[in-house]
Nanobody, 121 residues
């Protein structure tokens, strides 16, 4: 079974920084794309940042220039460096990965449990 485990969330003041990690474990052939989403209370889940297997990245307009997504391919881990955090960034941040479990097999989407980020004003 494939598991995604996030870490690094917490309480931070507006203007502060946090670094989230998402470690993928289990039995699989390859991790394709990875991404970070967030969901605030009463709001829809939204894409924050994504990184393709080749390393290209994409960001929500609201975080462009402040957040950076990266991957450590050797550790099967993705990171989200967040700077200049704003109170509206308070949400549960969830990691997503598209994983190919066996060679020539189909790909599946997996989600982590999420990590809470709270930004105080």
């Amino acid at each position: 079974q494939v598991q995604l485990v996030e870490s690094g969330g917490g309480l931070v003041q507006a203007g502060g920084s946090l670094r989230l990690s998402c470690a993928v474990s289990g039995s699989f052939f390859r991790i394709n794309n990875m991404a970070w989403y967030r969901q605030a209370p009463g709001k829809q889940r939204e894409l924050v940042a994504a990184i393709a297997s080749g390393g290209s990245t994409d960001y929500a307009d609201s975080v462009l220039g402040r957040f950076a997504i990266s991957r450590d391919y050797a550790k099967d881990t993705a990171y989200l460096q967040m700077k200049n955090l704003k109170p509206e960034g308070t949400a549960v941040y969830l990691c997503w990965a598209n994983v190919q479990k066996i060679m020539y097999g189909m790909t599946l989407n997996y989600w982590g449990q999420g990590t809470q980020v709270t930004v105080s004003s």
